[in-house]
């Protein structure tokens, strides 16, 4: 069975290696995380992996807000990508007009780790948006 192959777009190095380590620990094996802090290395990464998912954090240093979305979403090739973002709910709805499968707070990541995981997995070839805020799904 491959590994989901995931680029995490993240410029906070722990927060990128917690999520790592979380995710490995959740569910060893099926995924291989991939991370890049910069906007800039995403069509490198792209072309040289069949990533299958974008993890993206909104507000990197060189891009701020939905226009970081709206970089990553208008390249060539680009998989589905889900907003994992610091600030509260309020881009959802913005996130979700421009494309994004999938949107999560970190501290709903905090609060049910394995419900995020469980999240993503939900994304993988889904063409269905779906928003996750902690709690337990039934």
């Given amino acids: 069975e491959t590994s989901n ?3 995490m777009i993240e410029d ?13 620990e959740i569910a060893p094996g099926k995924w291989e995380i ?26 990197l240093k060189e891009s701020f807000g939905i226009m970081t979305l709206k970089d990553v979403l208008g390249r060539p090739g680009v998989p589905p990508v889900v907003v994992l973002t610091g600030e509260g709910n309020d881009l959802q709805v913005p996130a979700f007009r421009e494309g994004a499968i999938g949107f ?5 990541l905090a609060l049910n780790p394995q419900g995020f995981v469980r999240f993503l997995e939900r994304r993988i070839g ?10 337990t799904e039934t």
């Fill in 34 to 59: 991939h991370h890049i802090e910069s906007l800039q290395e995403v069509p490198e990464m792209l072309l040289e992996r069949p990533i299958t998912l974008i993890i993206l954090d909104l507000n």
């Fill in 104 to 108: 999560a707070t970190k501290n709903a």
């Fill in 126 to 135: 889904s063409q269905e948006q779906e928003s996750f805020d902690g709690g």
């Fill in 12 to 24: 906070e190095r722990n927060i990128a290696s917690g999520l790592r380590s979380l995710i490995d």
């Fill in 5 to 7: 192959q995931v680029l």
